[in-house]
Nanobody, 115 residues
């Protein structure tokens, strides 16, 4: 059974930084792509950063230039480096990985940015 586990959320002040990490277990296959989504209260879950096994990345406009997704080589592990955080970044952040038609989600980690 594939499991994704996130870590690194927390409370930070406006302008601060956080790093989120996600690691998958229970599979010998590469998850491709892997990415990060977030869901703010009362809003839909939205993609914010995604990375393929080949290293291609894509970001939501709202985080471009502030967030960076990285992957640990060929491992099913990704990080999200978040800088210049704003109150609008407050949300539950979810790790996501795909293998053919299967989609896997982590349990989510809360990020709260205080003004």
């Amino acid at each position: 059974q594939v499991q994704l586990v996130e870590s690194g959320g927390g409370l930070v002040q406006t302008g601060g930084s956080l790093r989120l990490s996600c690691a998958a277990s229970g599979t010998d296959f590469s998850l491709n792509p892997m990415g990060w989504y977030r869901q703010a209260p009362g809003k839909q879950r939205r993609l914010i950063a995604i990375m393929t096994s080949g290293g291609s990345t894509n970001y939501a406009d709202s985080v471009k230039g502030r967030f960076t997704i990285s992957r640990d080589g060929s491992k099913n592990a990704i990080d999200l480096h978040m800088n210049s955080l704003k109150p609008d970044d407050t949300a539950v952040y979810y790790c996501n990985g795909r293998r053919l038609s299967r989609v896997y989600w982590g349990q989510g980690t809360q990020v709260t940015v205080s003004s």
